[in-house]
Structure formats: C-alpha cells, structure tokens
C-alpha cells in the first residue's frame, strides 16, 4: 500500500510555520530513504506548489517530479510558433512567459523553444490566437510529463520525495510565491501538503481530497481549445494518511 501523508494547515498558518512544516515532512522523507552505497542513484527530493492550470490541467506530483528529473527535456519540440502573419506585435506573450522563452523585435514575437516549458500561458494570453502548439491538445506533453515521472520513481525506488503545497498561493512560503500567471486561476482550495514516494499516488490523492472538497474544474480557456488534463488516473493501492499539524515542531 504506497501511503501519501496529508497535513492540513489552517488558513492562519504564518509562512514560517509552513516553512518548518515542509521542512519536518522532507527529513521524515528522507529518513525513510536508504543509506547510499556509491553505486546508487542520489535521492530526489522534490517541494512543488500544485495549482490547476487553465491550459494543462492539474499541475501536480507527476509534472514536478518529471521536470525535476528530466530538465526541459520532456517540453523539447513542443514549444509554440508564433504566426507572423497574425501576431499583432503587442507583446503580451513576453509579458507572461515565466521562462523568458519569448522575444519580441518590436514587430512579432518569437518563442525560444530551448527555453519554453510548453505550459501554454502565451498561446491562452494571445487575443490573436497567433501562437500554435504543434501539440494543440496538450496530450503528448502530459504522455511525456507521465512517462518521465514513472521512470524516475522507478530508477530512484526508494529514493524518491516529493511534498506537494496545496493551497492558496499568495500562502506559499518564501521564496516559493505564486507565479504571476493569470491561467493559474481559481487557486486550488487550501489543502496543506501533500507528501509521498510516489508522484502517481500523490496526485491521485490530492485529486481524491479535492473531489472531497467538491472543487469543480474549471474549463479551458481558450476558445475551442481541449479541455484540461483529466484527473489523474488512480493507480489504486494508495492511502491518505492525515498527520495533524501540531506534530510538528515549529
Ligand atoms: S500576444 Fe499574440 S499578438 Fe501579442 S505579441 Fe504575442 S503572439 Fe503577437
Ligand atoms: S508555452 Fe509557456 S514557456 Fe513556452 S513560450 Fe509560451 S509562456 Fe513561455
């Protein structure tokens, strides 16, 4: 049974507290991972802000833990272009890159795609619509982000942690803000965090405390665009186990 750990936080937690919080699950994580021998791999320890974005879907545990382990490498080739002939040179999509993979000569735009994270924010930012994914559904990316995630937690059985941050994010601890993305709305309900060695079951779990939570999807936001990710699947044999905050030191 792979166990995910949940400690709700009241809404009132200082940034500190949940600071120290994040900190008690990593070393509880990490305690439960094996002494290293030279030859094996080095644990991967991964803290993430889960929130839904309005054109991927439920950002989670498998997409944290993909990009973690794989760099850029699963966003390589799916980056936007810009059509010329339809962009409108407002810059816009430079504004809201988080990547800075969008340059702008003062005429078009153009995407870096070395840079780009494939998450769609220009494309849904742009009221020409001049940005197009050659991956327009979103599909390949979360088949890649999918496949990272699981290779990763098979390679690093054992060596894997990941605390999740679910909650509002003008609440995240220091140095871990919300991003200024707009397409990260509604923020997910305040949940706490999330914790486990599998980013599969993570997920799972937190799209199980949400459906509790009766948090509905909200729909894409561009016009006739797919709809976001669905739930990830469950992969069953999971558990939630709740641990109260005031176990924790802090
Ligand atoms: S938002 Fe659209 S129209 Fe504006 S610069 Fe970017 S691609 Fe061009
Ligand atoms: S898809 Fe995201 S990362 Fe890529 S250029 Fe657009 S905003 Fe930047």
Redesign the pocket.
Known sequence: MRRVWHVPLPAAASPARREAITAALLARLRARLPAGDGAAPAPLLVVHRADWHLAQGLDGAVAAVARAAGGGVV?ADL??AVDPAVCGGCGL?VT????G??AHDGRVAR??PD?????????TECYLRA?R?PDASGAELRRRLSAAAAAAAGRLAGRLGIVLMVGDPADAPAGREAPRSRHRRPALPPLGLLAGHDPAAVDAALADLLRREGWRRPAARVPGAAPPAPWPDDPGGWEIVTLPPETFPG
């Open positions: 966003a980056a936007p999509c809201f890159c988080e990547q993979a969008v995407v870096d840079r780009c994270r494939a998450c769609g924010d220009c494309a940005l994914f």
